[in-house]
């Protein structure tokens, strides 16, 4: 649904009403003609038979069937289909009528449906052309794009005189051979005799035609294909000579097309925006007060006529816009009457009993339709096709032709190195196997196993038994030093009860070796009796155990952390490859669906128009105070071309609900009575009202 299919439904339902208060005004019965035999009847009868039922005529019904099929908005009607109905119709100023009585009774009724249906035709027809006209300035920014990015790059300047080269080689022969063709005829009226050279009066015409005939043939083909062939070189000569003395080179004259084109297509786009300004700004509307209900007829005939105004002069894209605004409201009457002031404006008839204006406003209708719209379509499809980007043909036949010249040699490779390539791709899938194996499902099968508390998965550092039969170790070594050495552990040379036995063994647990560490000091006075007599090196490797079994507790306090952040290493084992392998999934979903890259696109395409729609709203003269701080024409047709393509981008972004208050907020953008102020604060409450949206 676009703005022009909202444009069709207002003015339909504008017009609806508007004419069914008309229609409640012709009066559908008529007084009946008395008759001497009705005038004995009684008052009674007499005023039964007053009047008579008002049955309507054929022309009637045909009218009101074609009035039913025209007022679906739903869908506007092709322009071969209401060109075939307004012919149905058959609206004729000398429309004939049976009766005499029945002429002055239907003659009314069937001119308001003849109304009816011209008005219903032209709101239709109003869709058509601009459904027309958008659907020809949409394509004209991608154009203007296209030579925008040519001419910023002289890589791309360059590449494009290479596209162009087979045209221009071919414009250059065509030349070559019309200049030719041209010197080789001077070269033979200068080699006739004076007499047989046009203009002569020497001689019989009859007596000159053989002579020429006869010096025509004497002449062999080769002599006249080698003059020829002679002065083919002597004119590529000449143009070579005149390009060696112009200033330009074959870059500036290809960045100098460039410019051409891009000002012709900016002209065009630039005129058929001014189009749909003045359509959309000056033609349909029927907001009439009730004092000027009657005055729809004028605003109907009125648009016929700008209509055709418009589709006549849009495509003549040397006119200047304020030409084509001036030409376009220069209108002619549809009578002959006040020729004097002819041009000035509108003189309508609005009898509606006239046939005549009916009859030609249908009959310019079809005009519009049959003629001038398929002219007007024609005439902008030559100018996009000579100026606007290139054919597809035009732009990648360099890549084409490389790729079909160099497609044996890739064939070769191919060719030869098919083993490789196999191995390759057995090598590529062994490695994906093992990735998914050892990376993605070895880590899984190791979070579940610590999230069911599994003993083989299990984080730890030493074994379980480690630590405690070093520590026992430690204990019996302790124990014995001090009963074989009691005077150490404090008690003399007495022997040690069990009771201080279970003390040492319990003070060694908490890491104390004081009986140890005793005799170490004592036998370091003399270390060397000490060793070979004492006690040294038996403490000393006390010391070593104590030391072992220091490590293993540290060990254990590490592996007992770990244990309780099992969960949390189990994880960050498998996050590289359930990422890469959720990543690459991804993309390869996007390959064959592109469904998040085209949302992608699609937002990043309704910024910018967001931001094409700020620049024309800043960029209008009406900035500045011009025309009563409303846009221009111009600017109001390039705003609605912003505005019919945001909503279709917005359609595939948003939900149902975002989508139509996204539409309400978009026609009171492009509403221009409120200035375009007004219109900037609406922009920027879009702008920020659905950010969130298009991130």
Known sequence: MTFVSDQLRHLDAQLDKLQLTTLERVPITEPGSPTPSERTLTAENTQQRSQRTFIPSPHAAVLQKIIRQLSSTDTSQSSKRLVALLQEANIHANHDVSLASEQGEHRHYERELEWLLLSKAAIQTYGIVLNSLVDQTLPLSQDLFYWDEVASSYPYILYYWLQTSPLRLVEFSKDVLAESQKRLQE??????????????????????????????????????????????????????????????????????????????????????????????????????????????????????????????????????????????????????????????????????????????????????????????????????HTHGKPSKLLRYWIPATALLLSSTTILRILVNRKADIKLWLQDLGATMVDFWANWVIAPLRSVIGTIRHSSDSEVALMSRKSLTADMESLERMVVDFTIDNPHHAGNGDAVMTAQEIEMVRANVK??????????????????????????????LLIQIQKTKVDVEVAIAGIDRLLKSQELVFGFVGLTPGLFISVVTARWVAGLFRGRQRRAGREKEAIVRRLRNVDR??????????????CLNFKEHGLLMCEVHVLREDARRVFNRALWGEFVADLEELVDVRGGVQKQMKIGERIRWAYSRWLK
């Open 187 to 384: 070269l033979r009226e200068m080699e006739r005799p004076g007499f047989l050279r046009p203009g002569s009066s020497h001689g019989s015409p009859a007596e000159r035609i053989s002579n020429s005939n006869s010096t025509d043939t004497s002449e062999s083909l080769s002599a006249t294909a080698q003059k020829f062939y002679s002065l083919v070189k002597s004119t590529i000569n000449d143009r070579i000579s005149l390009h060696r003395f112009t200033a330009m080179s074959p870059f500036s004259l290809a960045r100098h097309e460039i410019r051409e084109k891009q000002l012709r297509i900016k002209q065009l786009r630039e005129m058929q925006a001014s189009a749909l300004g003045v359509l959309i700004g000056k033609g349909l509307s029927f907001d009439l007060s009730d004092d000027d209900e009657e005055e729809w007829r004028s605003v109907i005939e009125r648009a016929i006529l700008l209509m055709e105004n418009v589709v006549r002069n849009v495509a003549a894209v040397d006119q200047s816009i304020e030409t084509f605004e001036k030409n376009v409201f220069v209108f002619e009457s549809l009578t002959n009457e006040d020729e004097g002031e002819a041009g000035l404006g509108l003189r309508i008839n609005t009898d509606a009993l006239d046939p005549r204006t009916t009859a030609l406003l249908s009959s310019r209708l079809q005009a519009i339709l049959t003629h001038h719209l398929p002219l007007q379509g024609v005439a902008s499809k030559t100018l996009t």
């Open 510 to 539: 908490e890491g104390d070796l004081t009986p140890v560490l005793r005799a170490y000091e004592h036998d370091l006075r003399h270390p060397f009796r000490g060793a070979v007599n004492g006690e040294l090196v038996r403490a």
């Open 616 to 629: 024309i709203l800043t960029g209008s003269k009406a900035m500045r105070g011009d025309n009563e701080g």
